[in-house]
């Protein structure tokens, strides 16, 4: 009998030990209705499910393993039970979605409300992110360090962004501008005091940028926060292998020489555009694309006030002349416009990393790319910064 007292010390130990090869996180969502639907996925590939299950009388449980740490996004959704539920009020529908790092062991998350969570797309509010937490992940811990310091100037970003969506004015987009080159030097000097490969990993994609809209030595300091990591993991030899490729989008990057056709239907190269002593402003465009089209009216203003230092052209990516043609005669921009053939629109996106239209490139009269954008008040601080 002496044994025992040993033995039930023993076996409450292995009891409690916590889960090496898997991870348990059991939550606590007060007001939640009953059978919301709760998803855990990866953060950008929500398709690929780690754990799913259901709340019931304010709490869940979930099971699943990571390799390593993971962002995480976790979505509830009452939408089904709504539904089924005979009530009226939309009020009471809700779809959360919060991120944090998962990583094997027990988990635990709470929250003094499920109306204190931050919701879903446009309605989304970081200042709300300081309303939950995930203890058992000391990725997590570090992150909600990040998120609790950026939580002003990531409510700043947001809003003066969506301030500017509606009134489309360039003080809007600069207090914008402004608080992402503070949230910037935030980043690097947080990565700069903590020793967390995934966490790092993922704050420094958010310091990759536009092509164009950086030079080399921005991602040499980005590139000097990972010097001391001797560590082989995929991702930050794929982290290190995409300041590489960024190397190949710098300002002072030549344009290309391509071929573009004519109103008149004459095949001309496009570095016959430049001019000496003036800068050159390409828009890409096509008459298919609202957003572009609804760029005009600024565009005509920049060129309306700025013609005389630069030197507008437009470039359409229409696949049918017919359609670039009709949209000339609607739009009648005041600039050389030129169609690209379906090569040149393939060479473009290519050489200039171009995913998605408008995208403006601004020229320096040496004939080298100093800025790319998709926003016309984008663009319109840059030629403030540049003549």
């Known amino acids: 009998m002496k044994y025992l007292p040993l033995l039930l010390l023993l076996g409450f130990g ?29 953060r950008g590939k929500y398709h690929d499910r780690i754990a799913e299950g259901y709340i019931i009388n304010g709490k869940f449980e979930l099971q699943g393993k990571t390799n390593q740490p993971v962002y995480c996004h976790l979505s509830m959704n009452n939408q089904d039970a ?28 709470q929250t003094p409300h499920i109306d204190s969570l931050p919701q879903s797309f446009w309605r989304y ?64 000097h947080f990565i700069r005091q903590h020793d967390n490969l995934p966490v790092n990993l993922h704050l420094a994609q958010q310091l990759l940028k536009e092509p164009f809209t950086y030079n080399q030595i921005y991602l040499d300091q980005v590139n000097q926060l990972f010097n001391s990591y001797q560590d082989t ?29 004519t109103t008149k239907g004459d095949t001309i190269k496009l570095t016959s555009q430049i001019q000496n002593g003036k800068y050159t402003l390409i828009d890409f465009w096509a008459s298919w694309c609202m957003p572009c089209r609804a760029s005009f009216p600024h565009l005509r203003k920049m060129y309306e006030q700025r013609g005389n230092q630069i030197n507008f052209i437009s470039i359409s990516i229409d696949k049918a002349e017919k359609d670039w043609y009709k949209a000339l005669d609607e739009e009648k921009l005041p600039w050389p416009q030129f169609l690209g053939s379906s090569q040149t629109a ?40 540049n003549l």
């Open 125 to 188: 509010d970081v200042r709300k992110e300081k309303n939950y937490s995930l203890k058992g992940s000391s990725a997590q811990d570090i992150f909600f360090e990040y998120q609790q310091q950026s939580i002003p100037l990531r409510h700043e970003i947001r809003t003066s962004r969506n301030t500017y969506m509606q009134t489309k004015r360039v003080e809007d987009f600069k207090r914008q501008q402004e608080a992402q080159e503070k949230l910037e030097k935030q980043i690097m």
């Open 233 to 261: 993991a995929k991702a930050l030899k794929d982290f290190r292998e995409s300041l590489v490729q960024a190397s190949a989008l710098v300002q002072g990057t030549p344009l290309q020489e391509e071929k573009i056709i």
């Open 14 to 42: 292995a009891c409690q030990e916590k889960p090496k090869d898997h991870f348990v996180l059991r939550g606590t969502i007060p007001g939640a209705m009953d059978s919301t639907e709760i998803v855990l996925s990866p």
């Open 346 to 385: 393939k060479n473009i996106s290519k050489n200039y990393n171009i995913k998605s239209i408008p995208t403006f490139l601004l020229i320096n009269p040496d004939g080298k790319i100093i800025f790319s954008g998709h926003d016309s008040g984008e663009l319109e601080i840059a030629l403030e910064k």
């Open 82 to 109: 709504f539904s089924h539920s005979g009530l009226t009020d939309q009020s009471l529908c809700k779809y959360v979605e919060i991120d944090f790092f998962v990583e094997n062991g027990e988990l635990t998350f």
